[in-house]
């Protein structure tokens, strides 16, 4: 009996034990954020990977150019190196080639005349034992430290580059900008997409909630003996039909909120809600329509495109560059130390320097560099002949855009009198339903014309705003700034 109970006191401790770790993971509340359409695209534009990957590329580019600047600077390298010598050099001399004897024979002679007891010595004639057996020369080790610098002094393709890097750094930007305005027609698009569920989800709410109220009706009336049981049948079916659709769209908005996450770049717990509605674009949607500016020259293709023309042309100035001369200057310092025996004796430093100047005259290298500028010029010519192409194309694009908007926006507008006209006729069907004179089916029609005017209605609301942000992004002319959120901390 003892033994039970000091079995259960330590199961009872284990459990406290672990209770506080499990507590928390099952009360913890989830986060909601409540957002509008701006502060989405401001979230996303923040926390998207895809945007930190474009300002990434920036900065590349810039590096890329402080590079090609550094050129222009001096280079200080340093050096070291250290020989040990196996077998010393061996050289030879040919008495004869070397045979001093006439040159000096002058001398000796005037020597004699005032000297009669010099003797002249034998400098030629003969063989020596350094012309038999040679003479080694050289050292066992050989030391060596010093310094190198160059800086070019003139140096056209050089410059020329550094014009090329700044050209390709405004590359980066607008691509990093293309980024921006497509991560804004996502998000906006995803937003609306989200919205289109809500009010979907809202519409199929109700008519099953009809349906479920005519279905206790009907079973209220079975009871009275006033209605078959056919109908209560009937009723219970258009119920259950109704309920597949319903847990549609509720899994529709939820893969919408997902989407909207994701590209957002926040947690997947993180709950959102967006506070608009599709029918609070409608009353803006009319002056925006009037007020679009269907002006391609803030197109981001167009752009880049020049750009990259831009970009080109410098390419061939570089390649041009490559026919003048250039001149830099050197200098060098080193140490220089000989010595026999160890490696670690006898250091015997001895300095040795030197300045100068190096000119560079390109003159003849097959035809290369003229082929190189020829190469360069094609690649201009025929981007200019794809502007043209692009341009044709964005303005035909542009064109279907402003007709979609405008099919949207009368669709919208029809739409809208046919839910009135809907509401109004399941209105007056309710109530000849109540006193007998209409039947179920009449009734169930009605509903189902409502509620397929109400998809319509919010569909065509969905279509405008979708074909209003593909335009915008086809013009190029978001205004990104409003969006900039310096100090707008993660939501992860």
Avoid at 304 to 325: E, G, I
């Amino acid at each position: 009996m003892d033994r039970n109970k000091l079995v259960s006191r330590v199961a009872a401790l284990l459990a406290l034990s672990l209770w506080p770790a499990i507590l928390p993971a099952q009360t913890q509340p989830t986060q909601t954020l409540v957002l509008d359409l701006k502060t989405a695209i401001g979230i996303a534009l923040n926390e998207n990977p895809t945007i930190k990957v474009a300002d990434m590329e920036i900065e590349k580019k810039d590096y890329s150019k402080k590079e090609t600047i550094a050129g222009l600077f001096p280079r200080i390298d340093g050096s070291a190196s250290y020989s040990r010598t196996i077998e010393k050099q061996t050289m030879y001399m040919d008495t004869e080639a070397f045979d001093m004897s006439a040159m000096f024979a002058p001398i000796y002679n005037t020597i004699g005349q005032l000297h009669p007891e010099f003797q002249v010595p034998q400098l030629g004639g003969g063989s020596s034992s350094s012309g038999e057996t040679g003479m080694k020369v050289g050292t066992d080790n050989t030391y060596s430290v010093g310094l190198s610098a160059s800086l070019p002094i003139i140096a056209p393709q050089l410059w020329k580059s550094v014009q090329l890097s700044s050209a390709d750094i405004e590359q980066a930007v607008e691509s990093a900008r293309s980024s921006r305005l497509s991560m804004v027609n996502q998000v906006e698009k995803a937003y609306f997409n989200l919205l289109l569920a809500q009010n979907s989800y809202e519409v199929i709410k109700m008519s099953y909630d009809n349906a479920v109220l005519n279905a206790q009706d009907y079973k209220h009336k079975f009871e009275q003996g006033t209605a078959s049981e056919y109908d209560v049948l009937r009723a219970d079916v258009q119920v259950r039909n109704l309920e597949p659709t319903l847990l549609q769209t509720e899994n529709s908005v939820k893969l919408s909120k997902l989407q909207l996450k994701v590209l957002m770049g926040v947690d997947m717990a993180l709950e959102i809600t967006p506070t608009d509605r599709l029918e609070d674009y409608e009353a803006s949607m009319y002056e925006e329509t009037m007020n679009i500016d269907t002006s391609l020259e803030q197109n981001t293709d167009l752009r880049q495109l020049d750009l990259q023309t831009a970009y080109l042309k410098k390419a061939v100035d570089v390649q041009r560059m490559a026919w003048f001369p250039t001149l830099s200057a050197t200098a060098n310092y080193n140490w220089i130390s000989m010595s026999d025996g160890g490696m670690f004796s006898d250091f015997r430093w001895s300095p040795y320097s030197s300045i100068g100047l190096s000119l560079s005259l390109p003159i003849f290298q097959g035809g290369a560099r003229h082929f190189r500028i020829k190469q360069a010029k094609s690649n201009v010519l025929q981007l200019g002949l794809q502007r043209d192409n692009l341009l044709n194309t964005l303005s035909m694009q542009v064109q279907m855009s402003m007709d979609n908007i405008q099919k949207s926006v009368k669709q919208i507008a029809s739409n809208k009198e046919g839910v009135r006209q809907a509401e109004k006729a399941y209105a007056i069907m309710q109530k000849s339903f109540e006193i007998g004179s209409a039947t179920f089916i009449e009734l169930n029609d009605a509903d189902l014309a409502l509620t397929n005017s109400r998809l319509s209605y919010n569909q065509a609301i969905y279509d405008f705003l979708a074909a209003k942000s593909d335009l915008q992004l086809l013009l190029g002319n978001a205004d990104l700034e409003q969006y900039r959120q310096p100090d707008q901390k993660s939501t992860k």
